[in-house]
């Protein structure tokens, strides 16, 4: 089992639409999550951060935490083309104490 | 304030060949991380660093190893290098001392092995 599964996609998504990006990791004394996301051809870029469970927003973006389901997902409102990118879910604490990435997942964003 | 500036930005080599590849952080940022990008495994961790001490590592064999500098510079070398080595090599920063995973990413260095 990896330690941080995202769905590669893509995932897409008509513009205006909400986006939904899905994460799921292993060790269960995780106490950090991110999502970064990454342009083609860039490096990623962290656009949010979540440390209880819950939701979390910002802008257009809202991060969910469920820390007994051990689940992580970002919803993105009202979608526009220049979202089309891989979005990297990042858990962070637990066992080992580094900072973990999924595979991302790509969104594409149709106009 | 300068972004993360990772050195060189592509490079060529060849088996058995050995590569070091370099980092400079955010100025007053004292933590640093490397990870190997691939198309089928993503992000992998390599190391963190911060002052100058090897805080943490990835599952990589001996033939990757990394050093810090007392002006938070990094490097990182590869040794005797393979095929399957080919990969972005990126180079994050952080503010804090300890890995928030709040990171700043430099652009990182393409290597590609022949």
């Known amino acids: 089992q990896k330690e941080v599964e995202q769905n590669s996609g893509p995932l897409s998504v008509p513009e205006g639409a909400i986006a939904s990006l899905n994460c799921t990791y292993s060790?269960?004394?995780?106490?950090?999550f991110f999502w970064y996301r990454q342009y083609s051809g860039k490096s990623p870029e962290l656009i949010m951060s979540?440390?209880?469970?819950g939701d979390k927003e910002d802008g257009r973006f809202t991060a969910q935490l469920n820390k007994a389901s051990q689940y992580v997902s970002l919803l993105i409102r009202d979608s526009q083309p220049s979202d089309s990118a891989t979005y990297l879910c990042?858990?962070?604490?637990?066992?080992?104490?580094?900072?973990?990435f999924g595979t991302g997942t790509l969104l594409a964003v149709q106009p | 304030k300068a972004g993360v500036t990772q050195t060189p930005r592509y490079l060529i080599k060849t088996r058995g060949q050995q590569v070091t590849l370099s980092c400079s952080p955010i100025?007053?940022?004292?933590?640093v991380s490397w990870y190997q990008q691939t198309p089928g495994q993503g992000l992998q961790f390599l190391f963190e660093?911060?002052?100058?001490?090897?805080?943490n590592k990835g599952n990589f064999p001996g033939r990757f190893s990394g050093r810090q500098f007392s002006n938070s510079r990094s490097e990182m070398n590869v040794s005797t290098l393979e095929l399957g080595d080919s990969a972005l090599y990126l180079c994050?920063?952080?503010?804090?001392?300890?890995?928030?995973?709040?990171?700043?990413f430099g652009e990182g260095s393409r290597l590609t092995v022949l």
């Open positions: 994050a920063s952080s503010l804090f001392d300890r890995n928030t995973g709040e990171l700043f």
């Open positions: 060790d269960r004394v995780s106490q950090s």
């Open positions: 979540i440390y209880s469970n």
């Open positions: 990042a858990v962070e604490g637990g066992a080992t104490n580094k900072l973990i």
């Open positions: 100025s007053g940022h004292r933590s």
């Open positions: 660093y911060f002052s100058e001490t090897q805080r």
